[in-house]
């Protein structure tokens, strides 16, 4: 689901560049990859996080990924600099544009809760990771963006969202197992999952 300009707004500010910031950073604590590794992030919008990727993980080379073309366009500034290490795509998350197992590590910052078919979606996410490949994820649950002034505001799906539970489930029925988390009950989790097998 592509955004509206208030979610744009929320998303391209420097507070989010900040907390993006520290998310990488302690996701890369938890569990750094191997020099050399291939990344996606999926919903890269303007590419300040692929940019985080660069950064604090050094993989090879990140797929960035986006819904909307214009933050794909956004991406491709941002990231000039880096453009021998970075590939910008346009894709939808419940069909990922990559063969399947070609990514050692998949990065979603607070893009899962705006996908329809989440479940789908992680289904897309275990298929292009390696074996023992890794999700990094933060995730947004309904209390954040649903309530009832956010509703009114920013633009999410409505049905079929997920709760803590529901995303550990659909983790492990994807193949997915959440090995860290951060989470806030009712509201955020911040974490990684492996692929198994």
């Known amino acids: 689901m592509k955004l509206n300009w208030a979610e744009r707004l929320v998303v391209n500010n420097p507070l989010r560049v900040w907390e993006q910031r520290l998310e ?41 990924m986006d819904l909307d073309i214009r933050m794909v366009r956004q991406a491709k500034r941002y990231l000039s600099a880096q453009k021998k290490k970075t590939s910008l795509l346009v894709g939808d998350t419940s069909a990922l544009p990559l063969q399947s197992g070609t990514v050692d590590a998949v990065f979603g910052f607070g893009v899962l809760h705006h996908v329809v078919d989440w479940r789908s979606a992680l289904g897309e996410i275990a298929r292009v990771l390696k074996p023992a490949g890794v999700y990094f994820l933060e995730e947004l649950y309904p209390a954040v963006y649903l309530n009832f002034i956010t509703r009114h505001i920013l633009l999410h ?13 659909a983790l492990a029925q994807a193949g997915l197992s959440l090995r860290h988390a951060l989470e806030l009950k009712r509201f955020a989790i911040l974490g990684y999952a492996l692929k198994e097998g």
Do not use: N, W, Y
């Open 24 to 64: 990488v950073q302690r996701l890369r604590g938890l569990m750094p990859l191997e020099p050399g590794s291939l990344a996606l992030e999926i919903g890269c919008g303007r590419g300040v996080g692929a940019g985080l990727i660069l950064k604090e993980f050094r993989p090879s080379m990140v797929h960035c």
């Open 157 to 169: 799906p409505a049905t079929d969202r997920f709760s803590g539970r529901d995303l550990r489930q």
